[in-house]
């Protein structure tokens, strides 16, 4: 209830105080001031008032500050009722005795805490009722107005504000006289029937009327002594369908009455529109009451906004929180934190419309210190403009390499949760994604490299990319390879000279080859599929036999193996570039494949993403050149070489030269395409499994995110046609699961019906109008609509029937707005081929007869 939540955040105020007042003792034991809460959260205010001729006064102190909603618009409204209250009551001799009471504020907390009271008790129903009213709240409140040192001023405009409130309800009232006009229970607008009468002026009357009021009463006492038929054939046909007109009044009065009605209505207009402007100044001179800067010295900001959904006895709760650093907010939900807006807010919060809405609203003191370096905009941008540019840069790039490094130990504390939870096999083992152990070498430069993320994408996709080449290193050995790839020529296929990015000053190579490992150094061969043998030496330290088993690693060893002869020639910089050319020419061959039913090459590697969708060349060679920086190539000495002098390049390359911020987005839009494909075949195996709840979450969510990437491009989502028609295959699966529930004899099964509905089924349903509705999403709809629709005429129990009315208007109810619907569990890949592969049998499986797992 969200009366129980505020008494819990009573309690966790009153520990806390306690908890801090054991230190405080320890210091003073007079002085109950100085413990932080109270200092933080508590205030004091002056009430004084009269009651029965008593003048009283007196200070008290407050922590939330409570506040009914019931009768207020705004949140300056609800402070204004709880400041001034007045009553007047009758007393003993029959004369009023007025109660009057002010309450002014004459210290204010740094954290100010407003507690809405959204719930009263109904006395018919015998049960506590949520208020769903709307009530507006800004981001930024003036106190100033009910602070005690501006008492004298306040009550003065408190004079002028009510009296221009006099003047609106005199106003109010003439304007009601002309839209609810007349003197009995049914009342109308007078425009309105003045139209009405004027069009019936107009009205000209047909020829069998003007017939029949052309007869005379000897003529008329003539025809009733006729016989019928005589009477039938003599009588002017009655036309039932003809609209009312007027008769018996000449042309010269119709128009005279045609004339003073058109007067009439067009001064009744006038007068309305004067009114209403009348009104509108009247509230613009309201609002501008309290407008003065001088009542603008004392701002608080919004913090925290605490929302409800459901009704007073049970709901569901989340809060949004203001990010100073980043200017946003942020949404607490469960276990989930996302970005958010001021528009959701305001959707979630100000109430009206859905069953959500705020019950707690926490405001800061713009006034101090410490709030105010983190909510003045711009004050860290400045701070940072004065330092010199190559501190700037620096600062920078630290930032970068922090966000990295905590991505970096996301994906480590994820892959540890799995190990704990079970224990791998070994093949598990030699396909898990990600590093799970940390190496440094001398020349680690401690960036994190974004493609390196990427690194462990699918196996069986990318192998056919290398078939050629792989084939005869399986079959011959690596030296067959290399001379069957300088025969192919591959840097031919480039669409352009591509190289890695220059350097001003180039690494000097040492002439000849680079030298052999020490003489304790000892190697041992390691299989790489579609690679071959290669020697690793055992000192290699940064060697990771799972990233060197991921698809993209694959793909740089063998370009590595390749660019040997060149190596051995020209030395380690060249050999780089051999490399680099070797790479870019088979990804740029595998990004131009026409792609299947069961294969998106996109999911191979980050780089054929990039070029499908024509990403900034800067980008691509960027990306390219982190795949042979990564620190795992120190297996040998020429791989150590090569990794050294991308290394160096990378450090190279300048803030003109790439732009780091198109680059991130680059790269975290191809995370978000992995995020969607990820809940795409996680929602498609499970509705292969009959899991219709779980796998409607996932894809309803993957085709929300899908529409962020589609919106920038074609080619930067996946299908959403296929995400669409399984999204409504589960809505409809769950829809008929539904109704059987609620047909059910059993109450609890009943219970579970309605709960499917409310939880998920609605909600879906609410976001499937959202935006740019299909044609067959809106014919699944209307199914799911009668479906519920046709228990209105079925004989039911009443405890049924009271159900079928709470939710039926939500069903009808096409507002996306206040639909909150949980994230799914997060599931990244957890093997080297684990999208390619579960994408290959999923697309697959949806065309057969059963359904295809991969594990």
Known sequence: MVQDVSEFTHKLLDWLEDAFQLTVDVKNSQDKSENPMVQLFYGTFLTEGVHEGITFSKIETFGQYPLQVNGYKNLHECLEGAMVEKESEPGPSKQPVTYKQERWFTKLPPVLTFELSRFEFNQSLGQPEKIHNKLEFPPVIYMDRFMYGNKEIIQAKREEIGKLKDQMTVLQQQLEKYVRYGSGADRFPLPDMLQHVLEFARTRPSAATSCAAAVTPAE????????????????????????????????????????????????????????????????ESMDQVYADPELRQVPYHLHAVLVHEGQANAGHYWAYIYNPPQRNWLKYNDIAVTESSWEELERDSFGGSKNASAYCLIYVSKKLPHFAADYDDGQTEREVEVLPLELQRYIEENNWRVEQEMAELEEQSYKMAQIDQSSPSLESQNLSSGSSQEHSIPWECGTHLLSSEHTTMAKEQTAQAVAKTADACETEGIPAALEQSEEADPEKALPEEASPPAQAEEPQETEGTEPSAPPSSQVSEVEIPSVGKILVRSDADGYNEEVMLSPAMQGVILAIAKARQTFDRDGSEAGLVKAFREEYSRLYSLSRETPTPQNDPRLQHVLVYLLQNDAPKQVVERTLLEQFADKNLSYDDRSISIMKVAREKLKGIGPDEVDMEEYK??????????????????????????????????????????????????????????????????????????????????????????????????????????????RDDLDAIEVMRNRWCAYLGKDMGEKLQMKLGEFLPRLLDCSPEGVVLKEPPKIRPNSPYDLCSRFAAVMESIHGASAVTVK
Request: aromatic letters at 6%; one cysteine or more; hydrophobic letters at 35%.
């Open 220 to 283: 008329a006492q003539a025809e009733e002594e006729a016989s019928d038929a005589h009477t039938k054939q003599s009588r002017c046909p009655a036309e039932t369908s003809e609209d009312p007109a007027p008769r018996a009044v000449s042309t010269d009065e119709m128009n005279l009455v045609i004339s003073c009605l058109q007067q009439w209505r067009e001064e009744v207009e006038q007068d309305i529109k004067d009114l209403k402007t009348s009104m509108v100044l009247l509230s």
């Open 665 to 774: 987005k680059w790269h975290e839009d191809y995370s978000l395409f992995r995020k969607v494909s990820v809940y795409l075949l996680t929602g498609l195996e499970l509705y292969q499994k009959n899991q219709y709840c779980e796998a409607l979450t996932y894809l309803v969510y993957a085709y929300q995110t899908n529409a962020v990437l589609q919106a920038k491009g074609p080619g930067r989502g996946a299908d959403s046609s296929l995400i669409a028609l399984y999204r409504r295959k589960c809505l409809l699966k769950l829809n008929d699961a539904a109704a059987a529930l609620f047909e059910s004899s059993d109450g609890e099964d009943a219970d579970q019906g309605v709960s499917l509905l409310n939880e998920l089924i609605i909600p879906c349903m609410h976001l499937l109008t959202s935006n740019n509705v299909s």
